[in-house]
């Protein structure tokens, strides 16, 4: 059995920072690619960030500059640095993690999920 256990949300003022952690537990299993997607109240899921093993990262528009992926895909670690928070970033956080090969950037090409973390920004 896999778990990803995240950690690290809460509550912050707008623009301030919060980290936030992933570690994949239990069976192992090769990890192609770990990220992060958020769904705020009421609205799909969406694609936060994502590191490949390789070391390759994406990220979406709106939290280029203001947030930041890092970890050991390989160790099955990554983390998320989230700076200048605005109150539109407030949603629960999800880790994700890839067991085949490729990368992507929607819910459906990631294989295990997190239980999930609030993040709420308040303005």
């Known amino acids: 059995q896999v778990q990803l256990v995240e950690s690290g949300g809460g509550l912050v003022q707008a623009g301030g920072s919060l980290r936030l952690a992933c570690t994949a537990r239990?069976?192992?299993?090769?990890?192609?690619?770990m990220g992060w997607f958020r769904q705020p109240l009421g609205k799909e899921r969406q694609f936060v960030a994502a590191?490949?093993?390789?070391?390759?990262?994406e990220y979406t528009d709106s939290v280029k500059g203001r947030f930041t992926i890092s970890g050991d895909v390989a160790k099955s670690t990554v983390t998320l640095q989230m700076d200048n928070l605005k109150s539109e970033d407030t949603a629960t956080y999800y880790c994700?993690?890839?067991?085949?090969?490729?990368?992507?950037?929607?819910?459906?090409?990631?294989?295990?999920w997190g239980q999930g973390t609030q993040v709420t920004v308040s303005s």
């Open positions: 994700a993690a890839r067991g085949r090969g490729g990368f992507g950037n929607h819910s459906n090409d990631y294989d295990y």
């Open positions: 239990g069976t192992y299993f090769t990890k192609y690619a």
């Open positions: 590191r490949r093993w390789s070391g390759e990262i």
